[in-house]
């Protein structure tokens, strides 16, 4: 019998950079590893989010939304963990003979 399953995989997870630029159109202002932006959890007008660009961690001190990529995808996308992980494309199938 041949069983599949899917698993979270966070390596499979997109790039912070790729992630907050490219798929949710987030402009990064500043230098170094933490970068500002404007947080689309409250009102902001000036960017108060702070995003970590290589582990993509992110925290506003405004209103307090912190957490990482999968996190931020679903508190913008509204979505449930799986939907989440799967939109991302991060499950693995794993395939299991016997
Ligand atoms: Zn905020």
């Known amino acids: 019998m041949t069983s599949r399953r899917v698993r979270f995989c966070r390596a499979r997870l997109p790039g912070a950079l790729q992630f907050y630029q490219e798929r949710h159109g987030i402009a990064l202002h500043g230098g170094g590893s933490w970068r500002n932006a404007l947080c689309p959890f409250h009102a902001d007008k000036n960017p108060s989010l702070r995003i970590h660009i290589e582990n993509g961690a992110y ?3 405004v209103c307090e939304a912190k957490g990482d990529i999968l996190k931020f995808h679903q508190q913008v996308m509204g979505m449930d963990f ?12 794993e395939v299991r003979r016997g």
Do not use: F, I, K
């Not at 939907?83 to 499950?91: N, Q």
């Open 59 to 61: 925290w506003c001190p």
């Open 82 to 93: 799986h939907e989440a992980v799967l939109d991302l494309g991060a499950y693995e199938e």
